[in-house]
């Protein structure tokens, strides 16, 4: 008798959840961000998908100036202006699903931006709100202000409805936790509207910290309180920073970024 010899096991790559499915898994995200400000989904991409993000980032040329490389620091502003080819790989049926339960009517992106913080580096970022939103050139409009020009960049502070109805998802193409300068976060803070920049650091006890493992995603209010720590580890810490809304600006004015990728 020939002896029975096991197939080999074939590992099955993950199977993209149907589209009910990725519903129902995130169908407490809106509440989530109503009332803490922030939430986790912990694998909005598979590990492929995480590869094919990476390769076609480290394969764009670096010669842009836009690209800000130093010892410390790695971040590619208007990151989809600058790797276009980014957009399809982002635009996965799990993201646009998580879209559509944040976004019932539809969003636009507003911002792209590649962060990485490399080992040893010593890049910390102090307890902020995003406050500011890019525009395509200044043009006054109630509500707006203040202003910012830098290097051809014209930003723009707009009413707190514009930010109440943003929402930022950071992808995270490396595991991250405290040691490699997760995002922490005052839970419920974006409630309080803008904090002066003077009294921020005495809304900043209940402190949390976002881990988030590869092909995770955080995401925030752009009034959330947030910080992040200096890498002690010796991992990277890549994510592709999104900022959607569903807010139409004022008439003359338009988002620097705007395109639909959902
Ligand atoms: O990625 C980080 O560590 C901080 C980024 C940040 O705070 C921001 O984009 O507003």
Redesign the pocket.
């Known amino acids: 008798m020939r002896p029975q010899v096991a197939p080999p096991a074939v590992k099955k790559p993950p199977v993209a959840l149907p589209a009910m499915d990725i519903l129902a898994a995130n169908s407490s995200l809106p509440d989530q961000l109503t009332s803490a400000g922030h939430a986790t989904v912990p694998s909005l991409y598979t590990p492929a998908e995480v590869a094919a993000l990476l390769r076609c980032i480290e394969g764009a040329p670096a010669t842009s100036p836009n690209f800000r490389r130093s010892q410390d620091v790695f971040a590619i502003p208007n990151l989809l202006g600058e790797v276009p080819a980014l957009g399809p790989l982002l635009a996965t049926p799990a993201l646009r699903g998580v879209l559509g339960v944040l976004f019932p009517v539809g969003c636009h992106l507003t911002k792209a931006?590649y962060?990485d913080?490399p080992a040893g580096s010593n890049w910390l970022?102090a307890w902020?709100q995003?406050l500011m939103i890019n525009v395509a050139s200044r043009a006054e409009a109630p509500g707006f202000g203040p202003w910012t020009a830098k290097a051809g960049w014209v930003a723009v502070q707009p009413p707190a409805a514009v930010l109440e109805n943003t929402v930022t998802i950071r992808v995270h193409l490396d595991d991250c936790d405290a040691t490699n300068?997760a995002?922490k976060v005052v839970p419920g803070s974006h409630r309080g509207g803008v904090v002066p920049a003077e009294i921020i650091a005495s809304h900043t006890a209940g402190a949390t910290v976002c881990a988030v493992p590869a092909g995770g995603a955080m995401l925030m209010k752009p009034l959330l309180l947030?910080?992040?720590n200096r890498s002690t580890g010796a991992r990277p810490r890549r994510?592709i920073?999104l900022e959607f809304s569903a807010q139409e600006l004022p008439a003359g004015l338009a988002w620097r970024e705007r395109l639909a990728l959902a």
Do not use: Q, T
């Open positions: 931006i962060f913080k970022v902020h995003d300068g995002l947030h910080a992040s994510v920073h």
